[in-house]
């Protein structure tokens, strides 16, 4: 049912023909003040004479409307939601999300407006009171690629079925396309492996955001502080060698776009894999992979403000897997050796030139003091 009291607006022609029909306002004078013509007006004012204020109420008011859903797809949609999509507030389905599957699940589409009409009359649903903004929000960049966020997301992603896992997430600052996978922590491996999938897919970024953790940036040593030598970490090392340059945020709300992704993943991601029965990271990066970011950048990313990609391709004197892996600088002592931790690798000698493999430590004649660059193989 629609409404059934007066509207504003009919109240305040109700007020315009009550002069009328005192006397002490024309009609022509009348018709301008409620914006109608002059003909409309005589119409109102016979139906107000006839009627009173009543008169002046919409015909269709208090009338079912003619494009309403049926009762029965009502009534099948409530109880599905009860079925499957409902629970604490942690665990039910917003309006948005429970049409989107009762559409690809249960074949009944309904429109979000329409089921979060019928949620709140059903008491499944609440209106959440909206915090006010506290500051003014960064403009987007105006290219893809000029500036993608990265950051890791700890979170129960499979509830009581896994243990607790991260998920790596990428979001270009202009489109908000994004690309992630799960994995146990947020480390050098799982930054390298998500970075990499990005620039297969779509190239290399100029820049990274991300925050202050020792995988993406370090503070300088001394050594570093005495000759100006620019700090890198392993991961952004990497970045260099492909020129990608970190910036570091200071705080969350400095990347307040990808935190906000990190909270429609955590509302809508878990319940996908609730409803897929998926609890290990494997079965959920496949997932990620075939089906969701597909779907979530659908939906959820726009596009650029300029159309000028910013990516760029891989240069072709740049083969990845010698980009992508850990590296130590050593100096070969007087007695002509020299270690690393790394284990059995490949290294280099820069000084002659020569590349050789051996185990953690390796002697061998060479110049003393000549250095060393160490990779894992």
Request: charged letters at 30%; proline letters at 3%.
């Amino acid at each position: 049912m629609g409404r059934t009291a007066m509207s504003t607006r009919e109240l305040q022609r109700a007020g315009v023909l009550a002069r009328v029909v005192a006397k002490t306002l024309s009609l022509h004078a009348a018709a301008e003040l409620m914006a109608v013509t002059y003909r409309q007006a005589k119409r109102l004012c016979r139906r107000y004479r006839q009627h009173g204020a009543a008169g002046l109420t919409h015909r269709a008011t208090g009338r079912a409307s003619n494009r309403q859903a049926d009762a029965t797809t009502r009534t099948r949609a409530l109880a599905l939601i009860r079925e499957k999509y409902s629970g604490g507030v942690d665990d039910r389905f917003g309006p948005t999300l429970a049409a989107e599957h009762l559409a690809s699940e249960d074949g009944l589409a309904v429109d979000h407006e329409t089921l979060r009409r019928w949620m709140l009359a059903a008491g499944l649903w609440s209106r959440a009171r909206k915090r006010s903004p506290h500051r003014r929000r960064r403009e987007r960049k105006a290219h893809f690629g000029e500036l993608v966020q990265l950051d890791g997301s700890f979170h129960r992603w499979f509830e009581d079925r896994g243990a607790d896992s991260c998920l790596l997430t990428l979001v270009d600052d202009a489109t908000g396309r994004s690309l992630g996978r799960f994995g146990p922590q947020e480390t050098i491996w799982a930054a390298v492996t998500v970075l990499r999938a990005w620039i297969d897919q779509y190239g290399v970024p100029r820049a990274l955001y991300t925050d202050w953790k020792n995988v993406y940036v370090r503070r300088p040593n001394q050594e570093e502080r005495a000759t100006g030598a620019e700090p890198l970490t392993q991961f952004g090392r990497m970045c260099a060698v492909l020129g990608i340059k970190i910036i570091p945020a200071s705080s969350p709300q400095a990347k307040g776009r990808i935190e906000r992704n990190h909270g429609t993943h955590q509302d809508r991601l878990v319940k996908k894999l609730r409803r897929k029965r998926i609890a290990d990271l494997d079965a959920a990066n496949r997932f990620l992979e075939a089906e969701y970011w597909t779907d979530h950048n659908r939906r959820f990313a726009q596009a650029a403000s300029d159309r000028v990609d910013f990516h760029l391709a891989v240069p072709r004197s740049v083969r990845l897997d010698t980009v992508f892996r850990l590296e130590e600088k050593r100096i070969v002592s007087k007695t002509g050796s020299c270690g690393t931790t790394i284990g059995c690798c490949n290294w280099s000698d820069r000084a002659v030139g020569r590349r050789h493999a051996g185990p953690s430590w390796c002697t061998r004649r060479s110049t003393a003091r000549s250095r060393f660059a160490i990779a894992t193989a």
